[in-house]
C-alpha cells in the first residue's frame, strides 16, 4: 500500500491509503511540502491557507522550490485587515462624546458610501476575456488574465508539435502531461463555470474556495477555445482563454500511457475530433497489476469520456467467464486478440482486424477507449493504421508512436513501425497513408464504405 511522496511520470504525488490526497503542507522527515490537487506536490510560490496549514505553517505564501521542499524563510504574512473599532453610544453622553460619535459615525457612512460606487463601477465594467482584478472593502479579488494560449504539455512536448524538438528529445523533459491552472484570490467561497461554447451550454462547474489559491482541472481539450464565468458575492465574472494545439496527454490515476488520438490536421486541411478515441492501458490489472483504474474514478471517467465501447486487443485468455468492462455493464466489451507490427500481414490475424475496423466504423460505439496491456505495441500498431485512413500526417503517426517510450523506454519504435513499412511495400499508393488504405481494403476486408463512415465520424467538416 502506498504512503507517503512518490515519484511518478516527472511529478511527486502524495498518497493516503494508496490513494492520491489532497493534503496541503505535509512534512516528511525535516523538509515541507505543499500537496494540491490530485495529490501534486507543488512548485513556485504558493498561498496556504488555514485549513490546509494542518499545524505545519501557518497562513500566508510561501516559496516551494524546483525539489517541491519549502524555501527557508520565504515566508510571507497575508495582509492584515483593518477593523473598525466598536463605540458605545449613550443618550447622557458628554456633548464632546455624542460629537465624536457624530464624526465616526459620518466617516463610516461615507466609507460605505465608496464602497457602493466601487462595486456599482465594477458592475457596470465589461471585464472582457481573460483577467478581472477588483478590490472588494477589505478582501481582495484577483482571477487570472491569459496573454497566451495555455499548454497542456510540457514545454518539451509542445516544442514537438512546433516542429522545434523530436519526440525523442522531448522525452527527455520529464512527465508530457500538464494540467489546466486556474488561479485566484477570492474573498469568499464563489465557483467556475467553464464551457466550449460562448453561451455556456453544457458549462462544468467547479468549486473555487477562499481558501484556496489554485483550481487545476484535468484533461481539457487541446487547440480549444473555452469560455469561463466565475461567480463570487452574486456577481459574474466572465472571461475566456484558449489552449495550445499538442498532443491531448489524458490523465486517469490507475492508468498509463493515455492520450487522445484527435485534435490533429490531416493532410487535406481537416481537423479531427478529440474525445472519440482514447488510447492506453488496461483497466483491471489482469496482466499488469499496476494497471488498475480505481472505482473512485470510474464516475469521473464516464462523467468526462463517456465511453461506449471498451475496444480490448488482448487475448481472451487472459480471463475465464464471462468478462464485464471496467466502465459498467452497458459498455460494449470484445477481446480483438489484435496482431502487432509485421504480424498483421499473417492471415491468421486478418479476421481480428477486420472486426476491429468494423467496430471503428460504427457511429454507436463511439467514444471508445482502445487498449492492450500496455497500450504500446498493439494499441500502437492500430491506432498507426487508424491515423493513415484518417490521413494524418506521418510526421504526426510517427510522433504518436513514438509518444509510448515515455512511459516504456525499452521499447523500440523505430523497429516495430519499420516492421509496418516493410509489410505494405507491395501495396498501391504513393503515400503510406495510401498503402494502408489499400491494404485494409484488399488484403483484410474492410469495405470502402466502413472507411468512409470512420472518417465522417472522425472528421469536421
Known amino acids: 500500500m502506498k504512503e507517503g511522496l512518490f515519484a511518478e511520470n516527472g511529478e511527486l504525488i502524495y498518497y493516503e491509503h494508496d490513494r492520491p490526497k489532497h493534503a496541503g503542507a505535509v512534512k516528511i522527515g525535516q523538509d515541507i511540502y505543499y500537496i494540491g490537487s490530485g495529490g501534486r506536490a507543488v512548485k513556485g510560490t504558493h498561498v496556504v491557507h488555514g485549513e490546509m496549514c494542518n499545524g505545519i505553517l501557518k497562513h500566508g505564501t510561501y516559496k516551494f522550490g524546483d525539489d517541491y521542499k519549502l524555501v527557508k524563510g520565504s515566508y510571507k504574512a497575508p495582509a492584515k485587515v483593518k477593523k473598525t473599532k466598536k463605540h458605545k453610544s449613550s443618550l447622557s453622553a458628554d456633548p464632546k462624546a455624542l460629537l465624536g460619535g457624530g464624526v465616526i459615525l459620518l466617516t463610516i457612512g461615507l466609507l460605505l458610501l465608496a464602497v457602493f460606487r466601487i462595486e456599482k463601477c465594477a458592475e457596470a465594467r465589461d471585464p472582457g476575456p481573460g483577467a478581472v482584478t477588483e478590490k472588494e472593502t477589505a478582501a481582495e479579488l484577483i482571477l487570472p488574465q491569459f496573454d497566451a494560449d495555455v499548454r497542456l504539455c510540457s514545454d518539451a512536448s509542445q516544442k514537438v508539435y512546433a516542429g522545434e524538438l523530436t519526440v525523442a528529445e522531448a522525452l527527455a523533459g520529464g512527465n508530457p502531461y500538464r494540467a489546466f491552472e486556474f488561479p485566484y484570490t477570492l474573498p469568499t467561497d464563489g465557483s467556475l463555470l467553464l464551457s466550449e461554447y460562448p453561451d455556456m451550454q453544457n458549462a462544468q462547474e467547479y468549486v473555487l474556495s477562499a481558501d484556496e489559491s489554485l483550481l487545476q482541472i484535468d484533461n481539457l481539450k487541446t487547440g480549444t477555445q473555452y469560455y469561463y464565468k ?107 486478440d489484435a496482431p502487432m507490427y509485421g504480424s498483421i500481414f499473417t492471415a491468421a490475424f486478418q479476421p481480428s482486424i477486420r472486426q476491429i475496423f468494423t467496430d471503428l466504423a460504427d457511429p454507436d460505439n463511439y467514444p471508445v477507449y482502445i487498449h492492450c496491456t500496455y497500450g504500446a505495441d498493439r494499441t500502437g500498431t492500430i491506432c498507426f493504421l487508424l491515423e493513415g485512413v484518417l490521413n494524418y500526417p506521418e510526421e504526426v503517426m510517427y510522433n504518436d508512436y513514438r509518444w509510448t517510450e515515455f512511459f516504456h523506454r525499452l521499447i523500440g519504435a523505430a523497429e516495430g513501425v519499420n516492421s509496418i513499412y516493410g509489410g505494405l511495400e507491395g501495396y498501391a499508393g504513393d503515400t503510406i497513408q495510401e498503402k494502408i488504405v489499400h491494404y485494409l481494403v484488399e488484403t483484410v476486408g474492410v469495405t470502402e464504405e466502413q472507411i468512409e463512415s470512420i472518417r465522417r465520424i472522425f472528421l469536421e467538416d
Open 230 to 336: 466565475v461567480l463570487v458575492n452574486g456577481k459574474t465574472y466572465p472571461g475566456s482563454f484558449r489552449t495550445a494545439k499538442s498532443t491531448r496527454f489524458i490523465n486517469l490515476p490507475g492508468l498509463r500511457n493515455t492520450r487522445d488520438i484527435g485534435g490533429y490536421t490531416t493532410l487535406d486541411g481537416k481537423k479531427a475530433r478529440q474525445g472519440l478515441v482514447i488510447r492506453g492501458t488496461e483497466l483491471d490489472g489482469l496482466v499488469e497489476p499496476g494497471y488498475f483504474l480505481d472505482k473512485e474514478y470510474l464516475a469521473y471517467t464516464q462523467e468526462t469520456f463517456g465511453f461506449a465501447c471498451d475496444m480490448d486487443l488482448r487475448s481472451p485468455e487472459i480471463f475465464n467467464g464471462v468478462y464485464q468492462s471496467r466502465f459498467g455493464q452497458d459498455v460494449l466489451h470484445r477481446f480483438y
